[in-house]
């Protein structure tokens, strides 16, 4: 699967932003779905996960209340809602795919887990 993100720019702190993500292929409802971030001099970090049931989604503790990931199964596509965002939500946002049926691994948060990647989005929370 192909994976093109989209939706960053700058907000500042408090504000809101909406990521997509559209995949591109065949049977995207039995990939879980993924975001993680990269800040500048840091690691790529695990931010949520999704499978195609509802609810199995997991989100790490830094983002939970406040981010909200979701997927259009029929467009193929992965959203992440962020809500009261601050500036160490600064990063590139990456959307990530591992073909799971059966969802084990929404709550892997391990990068090495997924096999497809999109090429990022920057996201800039000024405060």
Known sequence: VQLQASGGGLV???GSLRLSCAASGRSFSRYVMAWFRQAPGKEREFVAA????????????SVKGR??????????????????????DTAVYYCAA??????????????????????????????
């Open 50 to 61: 999704i499978g195609w049931r509802a609810g199995n989604i997991y989100y790490a503790d």
């Open 12 to 14: 500042q702190a408090g």
């Open 98 to 127: 591992k073909r799971d049926y059966y969802g084990d691994y929404v709550s892997s948060g391990r990068s090495s887990d997924f096999d497809s990647w999109g090429q990022g989005t920057q996201v800039t929370v000024s405060s």
């Open 67 to 88: 981010f909200t990931i979701s997927r259009d199964n029929a467009e193929n596509t992965v959203y992440l809602q962020m809500n009261s965002l601050k500036p160490e």
